[in-house]
């Protein structure tokens, strides 16, 4: 039967209610409501055939609480004059809320535009446009409120968000609202308060003034002659240094070759290289690099994954320094360890403009699927004494 039952009434309103349009009403005191609701009634030929069912069907929706029906006469050849549903309205709010079972959050919300109205007026913008999510968030939207007001109180305040003082927020509270928190702010915050170049939730902390903790570079000099502490072992090669990234770009380095690699066994076991250096890797996160001049006067050397992600970072990489070299990202690399190929699970396809011609032709194999569907060659799975030997020959070039 196509006939509109009263569920398929709940469900028009329950709609109203999913796009938050009965919600954002209560905000802006315009109503939705009365509507009128789509009701598909029993043609002509079906009354005068079926009529026990459209009987039936006429009791139902007459019997729906909170629904107004509006009737019109339908002649029956052998019953005569019957009254038959015509239209299907909601008049107001609260029976639109009545008929979905929504009362008690209406009341939260209610009362969330109250608190709102009284403590924070510009966001009342907010509550039409995101109702459900405030609606989420009842049960700390007070808390929220409290540290949007201390924003306003000491704008880029310079501190780190543990020191915050508001009673009952934690700087984990902050960390997992950060979202949301970034919403609110940005609509009551003055421009000046807030440095729009920082985007995202791991921006938040720059974005807002607040101190956050330094990016770290952890590295290996390749080379003892440079070691950085002093050598106490024989043979002791591993120095695994972690330092913020100001304290990188101030070092004082005098090696000329420098290695990056995404692997953490590949960078500890990186061999001796003369005049070496070797970095593990941050994936697309070399933002950390970016004020180390001195990276500048080094030849420097990007160790990926043979795959579509692995030549995407290298493309990266070479925006902040064009003249990087991939190390064993090549076709006979790739070849020789054929029998340890894995899948990568998603690939990247957009054109990277800063391969290599030798470069972008295996990138294009791979991306296109020339040589094997997802194909990836993962970089610890190449062989160490491949490795060790493309070192030596890079080593003996100079």
């Not at 999913?18 to 919600?23: S, V």
């Not at 579509?308 to 493309?315: K, Y």
């Not at 030798?358 to 190449?382: G, P, T, V, W």
Request: aromatic share 10%.
């Amino acid at each position: 039967m196509s006939w509109t039952t009263p569920a398929d009434l709940r469900v028009q309103v329950q709609k109203f209610w999913d796009r938050g349009e009965i919600l954002a009403s209560l905000v802006s005191g315009e109503s939705l409501f009365p509507k009128r609701l789509v009701l598909k009634s029993p043609t002509s030929a079906e009354m005068a055939e079926r009529f026990d069912d459209v009987r039936t069907w006429i009791a139902e929706l007459c019997a729906m609480m909170h629904c107004r029906v509006e009737m019109r006469e339908f002649r029956h050849r052998v019953f005569g004059a019957n009254a038959v549903p015509q239209e299907a309205w909601v008049d107001t709010p609260e029976a639109a809320l009545a008929l979905i079972g929504k009362q008690r959050e209406a009341r939260c919300f209610a009362a969330l535009i109250d608190q709102t109205r009284e403590r924070q007026p510009m966001l009342m913008g907010w509550l039409a446009k995101r109702p459900l999510r405030a609606l989420e968030l009842v049960d700390v939207w007070s808390r929220l409120l409290d540290i949007v007001a201390w924003l306003q109180n000491h704008p880029r305040s310079g501190v780190y968000l543990r020191q915050v003082d508001i009673p009952g927020v934690h700087s984990k509270f902050i960390e997992a609202h950060r979202g949301v928190l970034t919403e609110l702010l940005d609509t009551v915050l003055p421009p000046a308060s807030i440095d729009s170049t920082a985007s995202g939730i791991s921006r938040f902390a720059a974005r807002y003034g607040f101190c956050d903790k330094p990016e770290r570079v952890r590295f290996r000099v390749l080379d003892p002659e440079h070691a950085l502490l002093p050598v106490l072992l024989p043979n002791e090669d591993i120095q695994d240094i972690s330092l913020d990234a100001a304290s990188f770009a101030r070092l004082d380095c005098t090696v000329s070759r420098v290695f990056i690699t995404e692997n953490e066994i590949n960078f500890l076991a990186f061999p001796q290289v003369k005049n070496g250096l070797v970095i593990f890797g941050a994936g697309y996160g070399f933002d950390v690099l970016r004020d180390v001049e001195w990276l500048a006067q080094c030849r420097i050397h990007y160790w990926g994954d043979i795959d579509t992600h692995g030549f995407a970072i290298l493309d990266q990489l070479r925006s902040q320094f064009e003249h990087v070299e991939s190390f064993l990202m090549d076709r006979p690399t790739l070849l020789a360890f054929e029998a340890l190929w894995g899948e990568e699970e998603k690939q990247t396809r957009r054109d990277l403009p800063r391969l290599s011609a030798a470069e972008s032709a295996l990138y294009d194999d791979l991306r296109d699927n020339r040589i094997r569907k997802n194909l990836r060659l993962e970089q610890e799975r190449i062989g160490f004494a491949w490795v060790m030997a493309a070192v030596s020959a890079l080593t003996a070039r100079g």
